[in-house]
């Protein structure tokens, strides 16, 4: 929560006091110009990218396979549009720069690997209501068994 209100404080005056700054070197017109021309550029751009990061999620599904990390390509997409429609210098660079697929492949990593150590797995049987966790907090009273254990019972079991 700190870390929001500083961005949501701390950011804006960030960004005024350095349009300001472009406004006194390049004259008042000249920023605005920028202002407009970055943010209808930078609307194109997500426009283009967002299209063909939806058409790489599209082709996945089409193949059968879940599109994570293209979910999470969408989702940066989505955001460098939000950033790069905002006035600002520091958001419209923040935004250009999610628009790189080499700059998002390194964030999607780095974001992924943050989250695995997070992530708890289930292990769901069919047919006789057979549950197994692997994580911090079991369900049920039952406590985790390990897959393959000999206390399940038998029936068709999906790992996730």
Not at 4 to 14: D, G, H, R, S, V
Not at 57 to 85: D, K, S
Request: proline share 6%; net charge positive; no cysteine.
């Amino acid at each position: 929560m700190f870390r929001l209100i500083l961005l949501f404080t701390l950011l804006p005056l960030a960004e005024l006091s350095l349009l300001f700054r472009i406004g006194e070197w390049l004259g008042a017109g000249a920023t605005l110009g920028l202002v407009i021309g970055t943010g209808v550029v930078g609307a194109w751009l997500a426009r283009r990218e967002g299209l063909r990061t939806w058409e790489r999620v599209r082709g996945e599904l089409a193949e059968g396979r879940m599109p994570g990390e293209e979910l999470l390509h969408a989702l940066l997409v989505l955001i460098a549009g939000v950033v790069l429609v905002t006035p600002g210098v520091l958001t419209d660079a923040a935004g250009l720069l999610l628009l790189v697929r080499p700059i998002r492949e390194a964030v999607v990593k780095r974001t992924t690997k943050r989250l695995a150590g997070r992530v708890q797995f289930q292990s769901v049987g069919f047919g006789d209501g057979a549950s197994t966790w692997s994580g911090a907090s079991p369900p049920s009273e039952h406590g985790p068994s390990e897959p393959g254990s000999a206390d399940r019972p038998g029936g068709r079991v999906i790992e996730v």
